[in-house]
């Protein structure tokens, strides 16, 4: 019989790779608390018209991406491409964002049917951050500088460039709109098949197209922020100024745009040259529609979402994370003799009490070859316990020097030395 295999694109995530996820979860974790942002966590599956209203019929996510079924009772429902749209939903239906300001954060699985490539998948993660009730640019300049703390607190901050635009009001841009379609209809047929496509339905997505033919005819077409309203204008002025003053660089990008509807004024990107094609790790925007669009009343928002498989692959590919982060555990604490095997587990129980935060893993598969297996492990502290006329004693060994002859009841304090040590080294 064969095997089951995974769903091409929806990739299992390793033993020996989630404690880089857990390391990247933990640091994003830390800066989201220090700036007062709350966890929230919506489903996976929600209703198919929630990403119509929000993303846009005429998307190629609409159109091509979503994984959209009808459950039992002939109800449409999609396994949820991005979590934005959830987050609104969620804030709306439990009255959080009518005349408040909120700010929170979330995590999780999002899906879309793509080709797969590397650090783009079919099932992907995304951190994402969303703030409700603020119209002013300084809540834009604070979410650039949240994620600009976060490279710079996981050493990737040399290696991502932050990219800036601004989109304008509604009006504004669609007058950009019409004049982008009657420039590029002048060369429809030297435009790329997806840039054909797009010119009815979503040109503004042509800007960011990888074909050089495209993009050599888009050098003279008409630049959007020659079109922006004064409030847009006055609105990207004063958040390059708050940037150039926190220091954070920034290039300006003519072309760049987001791939949903929803976006307005501000659009941002961090991108790497690090990984190839795949080259964006976060990006985001103001969207102060949007919840009026899902039937709220009108509501300024911004914010923005990375991807964990491009952020752990830069993390990789860098080479910036802590060895200490490479391994699930601290200490291995095993017998040499078979008196001496009962006490394992003893042992291992009164040092997690006694040593907060140290991870232990007991030994627990005979005592063949016991001194090489437990140095197989990757283990930076060993501990050898074994029975004299004393009693229960153990031997430590670390990376530099052994001890030997320890009193099981001096083994916390001696670990916990120990661990300190090895933490710092």
Known sequence: MAKVKAIRGMNDILPDVTPVWQYLEREVRAVLSSYGYSEIRMPIVEQTELFKRSIGEVTDIVEKEMYTFEDRNGESLTLRPEGTAGCVRAGEEHGLLFNQTQRFWYQGPMFRYEKPQKGRYRQFHQIGVETFGMSASDIDAEVIMLSAR?????????????????????????????????????????????SRKRLDSNPLRILDSKSEATQAILIDAPVLSDYLDAESEEHFTRLTGLLDHAGIKYEINPRLVRGLDYYCKTVFEWVTDKLGAQGTVCAGGRYDGLVQQLGGKATPAVGFAMGVERLVLLLETLNVIPETEKISFDLYVAAETKESQASVMQCSEMLRDSVPGLRVRSHCSGLKNINAKARQTGARLILLLQSNEAGVVGTLWNEAESFTQIPLNELSSVVAEQWQIVKQS
């Open 150 to 194: 976060l490279w710079k607190n996981l050493g990737i901050l040399d290696a991502v460039t932050l990219q800036l635009n601004s989109l304008g009001s509604n009006e504004s841009r669609l007058k950009y709109k019409e004049d982008l379609v009657a420039y590029l209809t002048q060369y429809f047929d030297q435009l790329d098949e997806d």
